[in-house]
């Protein structure tokens, strides 16, 4: 089995097991869509474009008293190691639901009736996360669409890998780790919108990997909140 | 001399705490208990008379009452559809334009409005089981027959009326125009080619800094400079 | 599959008729001149998981091209040549008319169109990449993602294409003594023969354009792309639109392209070297 930590404690990327991945974020990348945004997390490449609330086609999907958040999650051919086709798989319709399962709490809704809010992600480059670090970025896009919000949404997995608790999986991780945990919070109301668990973990694993999660989503949190602070207000933000 | 209430001001995100105590929730904010929080990205007021925040992007939401620049871009044998840049179309009916006595003759709503004709109109119904309906029938409305067309973010438009008109009326001056702006973010600029420039560019000024204070004064040198250098 | 008109933006008439009064002053909205292409700009190696890839932006307009280079069979009338396989999606990401879904006839257009010009230029030695020949050789895939659309996806694609491609990089494969395909440490470049460039022209009236916008699209009669290789030989070509082109007009475009490939292909390769560089 191969070495996932070694003797020093450090990751094959050479990270800690609490240590994430360099992130940047940018805000309105894309001229024609409402909102927008580009994610880098470790190697995850990820653009999210954000169209609404517009007008429902077909009408009958349309309801009287909100707005219906549709979500697409998709891998670019070339984002994978094996070029994967451009179809849709049944991985990519799972996670577009849950991700728009983690992001609708967050919407207020009720405020655009008989309307359709689309969120598109498209990944870029993948390397473990990335539907995370998709949640995060479409976050930032809602919000650059001037979107009602209760609060930001912000994604992390944790996981366990060489018998050890550690957060913000790669892609080797991920595949020969022991567990794998993307969950998303909104930092504000402290509510969690996403939980998946891939793996074993015990109950004091689990408790441990949250508590890492959550502790990790707010440092990201940190960083959505100043890509939206320079982007809108640029020097006048800085405090 | 008159005591003017303070304002405390601050740079907000979505989910953000803005102030706690008992204040009256006025716009884009959630209470919890006696806490304010903002829904937007935007400049979050807080005074005696409450807390809201001003939003820097977002849609243009319908209101009765407003007047809007708009496009056709289709129609029926009833009415024309009109693109009002907002989250929905919304409707001419060909009743107001030609009367109670109007029957469905495709021929005469083309002719009256063709598809991509712009127009100002005004909303004279909307609520959240129907699609705003517009009125051409008033002082000012109908066809808009010539200018250029600046379309800015609806949540600036406030911005760049001013308070009473006054940074309207202040590029009006300086560039010669005639600016007539839509509540829905759409601006129509009428005059000499040369102040219709420096007009948009006064515009794409006032929509990148509309959260800085000093921005009439920004406004007011940036034009001031250009009649100098000017033709 | 039908073949459908789609809905798409509704051009103001204000700005038809300014649009039309400029060109007959030889200018046009966004103040170029007829024959000037809007600022191009090149980023290669934007994905390293991807044997090359470049992001093109023309104007507005944004691509995003990956080559993957993987082992195929190759086809039964060419045993002795390598697979290109080009494919295009304009993403929903793109525009507010662009809608999740499989490629429509536009898309699939775009990608033929683009692949034309890589294939009859034989930019890619198709030869080189024959392994085994009959069994195993290489297979060059580009997809071509448009992530914003304001006109002339065609050009912006192939650009994208080119660069992607000018800039892959392959391990160098051999066959062992047991006939088993190995891949060695040694990294290589794609075998190129030379760069095509795509030069698009839409027809306004009785004016040709350049490298229109999504306005001009919107407006015009007929739009034709002409992909001219390294020695100013026209290698593909496509006309679009229900409008028709003048024989004159037919002329004037293959003179057209000529210079401005002459022209954009020292923008691409100066594009590519500065990233190369850096």
């Not at chain 3, 020695?231 to 057209?256: E, H, M, R, S, Y």
Request: aromatic share 4%; hydrophobic share 40%; net charge neutral.
């Amino acid at each position: 089995m191969k070495e996932l930590i070694n003797e020093k404690g450090l990751r094959i990327d050479g990270r800690r097991v609490d240590e994430l991945r360099p992130l940047k974020i940018e805000v309105g990348v894309l001229k024609n869509a409402d909102g927008s945004s580009y994610i880098e997390m470790g190697k995850n490449k990820i653009v999210v474009a954000v169209y609404g609330p517009k007008e429902v086609h077909p009408k009958h999907q349309a309801l009287p008293d909100r707005s219906v958040l549709r979500c697409r999650y998709h891998m670019a051919p070339f984002s994978v190691d094996v070029r994967k086709p451009p179809q849709p798989s049944r991985r990519e319709i799972e996670i577009s639901k849950v991700i728009r399962e983690a992001l609708e709490p967050a919407l207020i809704l009720e405020e655009y009736p008989r309307t359709a809010i689309d969120v598109y992600l498209e990944v870029l480059q993948a390397d473990g996360g990335s539907r995370c670090a998709g949640i995060t970025a479409s976050a930032v896009a809602l919000a650059d669409a001037g979107i009602s919000m209760r609060d930001m949404v912000v994604a992390c997995a944790a996981g366990k890998v060489s018998g050890q608790v550690v957060i913000d999986l790669n892609d080797v991780e991920d595949k020969e780790g022991e567990a794998d945990m993307p969950i998303a919070i909104m930092p504000n109301l402290n509510q969690v919108t996403l939980l998946q668990l891939d793996g074993i973990l015990t109950s004091e694993e689990f408790e441990r990997a949250f508590e890492m999660a959550v502790n990790a989503c707010r440092t990201i949190y940190e960083v959505q909140r100043k890509a939206l602070m320079d982007k809108y207000f640029g020097k006048a933000g800085e405090e | 001399m008159r005591k003017m209430p303070a304002i405390e001001r601050k740079y907000v995100t979505p989910g953000e705490l803005i102030a706690e105590g008992s204040y009256k929730p006025i716009g884009n904010v959630i209470r919890i208990k006696d806490k304010f929080y903002s829904t937007k990205v935007g400049l979050a007021e807080i005074s005696r008379e409450g807390i809201r925040v001003i939003p820097l992007s977002g849609p243009y939401i319908p209101r009765v009452d407003d007047l809007v620049i708009g496009k056709i871009v289709d129609f029926s044998a009833f009415s024309w559809e009109v693109d009002i840049n907002s989250c929905f179309f919304a409707y001419l009916s060909a009743q107001n334009v030609f009367g109670k006595d109007f029957s469905p003759d495709r021929e005469s709503l083309l002719r009256k409005f063709a598809i991509g004709d712009l127009i100002y109109a005004k909303i004279i119904a909307y609520d959240r089981t129907r699609n705003p309906l517009l009125s051409v029938s008033g002082p000012g409305l109908g066809r808009i027959p010539k200018g250029e067309v600046v379309k800015i973010s609806p949540a600036k438009v406030p911005r760049l009326i001013g308070k009473k008109g006054s940074m309207i009326k202040t590029i009006e001056s300086a560039t010669n125009c005639k600016l007539i702006i839509g509540q829905n973010g759409i601006v129509l600029i009428m005059g000499p080619p040369d102040g219709v420039l420096l007009a948009t560019q006064a515009i794409r000024m006032v929509e990148s800094e509309a959260h800085l204070a000093g921005l009439t004064k920004n406004i007011q040198n940036f034009l001031s400079k250009y009649k100098e250098v000017g033709s | 599959m039908m073949s459908v008109v789609k809905k798409s933006i509704v051009v103001e008439q204000l700005r038809r008729a300014q649009m039309i009064e400029l060109l007959s002053k030889e200018k046009r909205l966004d103040n170029r001149g007829l024959m000037d292409f809007r600022p191009i700009t090149i980023e290669t190696g934007v994905i390293e998981r991807a044997n090359g890839s470049a992001r093109v932006q023309v104007g507005n307009t944004q691509v995003i091209a990956g080559v993957k280079i993987e082992l195929g069979e190759p086809f039964p009338d060419a045993p002795d040549k390598g697979l290109l396989v080009v494919n295009a999606e304009v993403l929903p990401l793109a525009s507010a008319y662009a809608e999740p879904g499989p490629p429509d006839e536009d898309a699939i257009e775009l990608a033929r169109v683009v692949d034309r010009g890589i294939r009859e230029s034989h930019m890619i030695d198709l030869s080189k990449l024959a392994l085994i020949p009959g069994r195993k050789v290489c297979a060059v895939f580009v997809d071509v993602n448009v992530l914003n659309t304001d006109g002339n996806l065609l050009d912006a694609s192939s650009y994208a294409t080119v660069a992607s491609i000018a800039t892959s990089k392959m391990p160098k494969f051999y066959v062992d003594e047991n006939g088993q395909i190995r891949q060695s440490d040694e990294i290589i470049p794609l075998p190129i023969n030379g760069i095509p460039i795509s030069i698009t022209m839409a027809r306004i009236g009785d004016t040709l354009i350049v490298d229109p916008t999504s306005e001009e699209e919107a407006v015009m009669d007929a739009r034709i792309t002409l992909v001219v290789d390294e020695n100013g030989n026209l290698c593909a070509g496509q006309k679009g639109q229900p409008g028709t082109l003048n024989f004159d007009q037919v002329k004037l475009a293959t003179k057209i392209a000529k210079a401005k490939a002459k022209e954009i292909r020292e923008i691409i390769k100066e594009g590519i070297m500065r990233n190369v560089k850096g």
